[in-house]
């Protein structure tokens, strides 16, 4: 052992005082333990601490400095300290934290074992400790707010995904809804189209119906007329062929058949009374006329609908029903009573037209050519005034035909068809 220089113990004292204010300038509690975690030295951080001086901690528990009077049995500091000491010995660090609720205060404890300075020995283990006491609550602070910033972000990316995806749904469903609308545009597109052109072709049916009859009755009448009259001149230049009276009194016959025929053609065409009185007024009108026409049937009405409750949509059609109906009856049913029923209640107007003829036979008559053409009519009809035909019989029975045209309440048309 070498003998101990005098000269250098100022340079010792110097030394020291240096290295505790090194230790005074931390911001941690820095203690010297002894084995049974009494604190043997202090830097001044316990009086900045307000844990008493330097002088007052030597020789109390590390626990008793920071926690005076504590009496809490299940202390985390004496806990995290008494548990800390003898794991020490193995040569490793050990490090806990404490939380005080009521001064919102972290504590990190660091207990390092101490080393010998004999760089030459073999790690010679000294049994004393440095306990570092930091104060990590703004720390701790600054970490809790991060977690609960980063969960209120999640909650907010979720709840934003969440809105994204709501209006994603609503927007997908805003197209489907287009595409379905544009589609039933298209649609009712084409059907208009469809019915326009069955309506030019029922158009064109009618004229060539209408030139039909004009050709066979009142042109054929009409060629017979002058017939007779040229034949009546013949007579009057030449008195030797006898009398022109029977050819007069013939043409004058003629002339009153055709003039019968005029007036049937001009029935079945547009009345003036459909537009002068309205729909109702029009089916009174053509039952009577066509009981006129017909003297062999018997026609009993049951019109109880107004004028201004047939909507001015559907009084032409109305009427055409009318006419196709009876004149189908007259024609081809064998009938000797027709009943026409025409109402408008709660539910919308009612046209019903009943016969006691000899039904639907299903062998190929006249009636049953009619079948094709009149229902298909009388259905379009119906359909395009948003009604509905239907038709039942029985062989032997008589036929019933009915159209329904839903209405609300409030649609009447001001009587007159425009
Ligand atoms: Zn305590």
């Given at each position: 052992m070498r003998p101990f220089n005098e000269s250098l113990l100022p340079l010792i004292q110097k030394a020291k005082q240096e290295w505790e204010c090194t230790a005074d300038a931390l911001?941690?509690?820095v203690c010297l333990?002894?084995?049974?975690?009494?604190v043997l030295r202090a830097n001044r951080v316990v009086e900045?601490?307000?844990?008493?001086c330097v002088s007052?901690v030597i020789?109390?528990?590390?626990?008793?400095?920071?926690?005076?009077?504590?009496?809490?049995?299940?202390?985390?500091?004496?806990?995290?300290?008494?548990?800390?000491?003898?794991?020490?010995?193995?040569?490793?660090?050990?490090?806990?934290?404490?939380?005080?609720?009521?001064?919102?205060?972290?504590?990190?404890?660091?207990?390092?074992?101490m080393?010998s300075g004999d760089e030459?020995?073999?790690?010679?283990?000294d049994?004393r400790?440095v306990?570092?006491?930091?104060?990590?609550?703004?720390?701790?602070?600054?970490?809790?707010?991060?977690?609960?910033?980063?969960?209120?972000?999640?909650?907010?990316?979720?709840?934003?995904?969440?809105?994204?995806?709501?209006?994603?749904?609503?927007?997908?469903?805003?197209?489907?809804?287009?595409?379905?609308?544009?589609?039933?545009?298209?649609?009712?597109?084409?059907?208009?189209?469809?019915?326009?052109?069955?309506?030019?072709?029922?158009?064109?049916?009618?004229?060539?119906?209408?030139?039909?009859?004009?050709?066979?009755?009142?042109?054929?009448?009409?060629?017979?007329?002058?017939?007779?009259?040229?034949?009546?001149?013949?007579?009057?230049?030449?008195?030797?062929?006898?009398?022109?009276?029977?050819?007069?009194?013939?043409?004058?016959?003629?002339?009153?058949?055709?003039?019968?025929?005029?007036?049937?053609?001009?029935?079945?065409?547009?009345?003036?009374?459909?537009?002068?009185?309205?729909?109702?007024?029009?089916?009174?009108?053509?039952?009577?006329?066509?009981?006129?026409?017909?003297?062999?049937?018997?026609?009993?009405?049951?019109?109880?609908?107004?004028?201004?409750?047939?909507?001015?949509?559907?009084?032409?059609?109305?009427?055409?029903?009318?006419?196709?109906?009876?004149?189908?009856?007259?024609?081809?049913?064998?009938?000797?009573?027709?009943?026409?029923?025409?109402?408008?209640?709660?539910?919308?107007?009612?046209?019903?037209?009943?016969?006691?003829?000899?039904?639907?036979?299903?062998?190929?008559?006249?009636?049953?050519?009619?079948?094709?053409?009149?229902?298909?009519?009388?259905?379009?009809?119906?359909?395009?005034?948003?009604?509905?035909?239907?038709?039942?019989?029985?062989?032997?029975?008589?036929?019933?035909?009915?159209?329904?045209?839903?209405?609300?309440?409030?649609?009447?048309?001001?009587?007159?068809?425009?």
């Amino acid at each position: 052992m070498r003998p101990f220089n005098e000269s250098l113990l100022p340079l010792i004292q110097k030394a020291k005082q240096e290295w505790e204010c090194t230790a005074d300038a931390l911001s941690a509690i820095v203690c010297l333990l002894s084995p049974e975690g009494i604190v043997l030295r202090a830097n001044r951080v316990v009086e900045q601490w307000g844990l008493g001086c330097v002088s007052a901690v030597i020789g109390k528990t590390a626990h008793a400095v920071l926690h005076p009077d504590c009496s809490d049995l299940h202390c985390g500091v004496a806990a995290g300290l008494a548990a800390a000491l003898p794991r020490l010995q193995e040569g490793n660090a050990q490090e806990f934290e404490y939380f005080a609720a009521q001064s919102n205060q972290t504590l990190q404890f660091v207990l390092r074992p101490m080393r010998s300075g004999d760089e030459t020995a073999d790690s010679v283990r000294d049994s004393r400790s440095v306990l570092l006491v930091n104060d990590v609550s703004a720390l701790r602070q600054a970490q809790q707010g991060l977690i609960e910033g980063n969960a209120n972000l999640e909650v907010r990316v979720r709840q934003r995904t969440r809105e994204l995806a709501d209006s994603n749904r609503e927007l997908r469903n805003e197209v489907a809804r287009r595409q379905q609308a544009e589609r039933e545009l298209l649609a009712s597109r084409n059907n208009l189209a469809l019915l326009s052109e069955q309506l030019i072709q029922a158009q064109e049916q009618e004229r060539r119906r209408i030139a039909l009859e004009l050709h066979d009755s009142v042109g054929q009448s009409l060629s017979a007329i002058k017939y007779t009259l040229e034949r009546a001149i013949i007579m009057v230049q030449r008195p030797e062929l006898g009398s022109p009276e029977n050819a007069l009194t013939s043409a004058v016959q003629r002339i009153h058949e055709t003039a019968d025929g005029i007036r049937a053609i001009s029935m079945n065409l547009r009345p003036p009374v459909l537009d002068n009185l309205g729909a109702a007024s029009a089916t009174v009108w053509f039952c009577r006329e066509f009981a006129a026409t017909y003297p062999h049937l018997t026609i009993l009405t049951d019109i109880s609908a107004e004028n201004s409750e047939i909507p001015a949509r559907i009084a032409t059609h109305l009427f055409r029903c009318v006419q196709e109906l009876l004149n189908n009856v007259a024609k081809h049913a064998a009938a000797n009573t027709v009943w026409v029923t025409l109402q408008r209640d709660a539910a919308g107007l009612r046209l019903e037209i009943r016969d006691d003829g000899q039904g639907m036979a299903g062998e190929a008559t006249d009636h049953s050519k009619w079948l094709g053409s009149g229902i298909r009519n009388l259905r379009e009809r119906a359909e395009m005034t948003g009604g509905k035909f239907s038709l039942t019989s029985r062989t032997g029975s008589g036929a019933v035909a009915e159209i329904r045209w839903p209405l609300v309440t409030k649609e009447t048309c001001e009587g007159k068809v425009e």
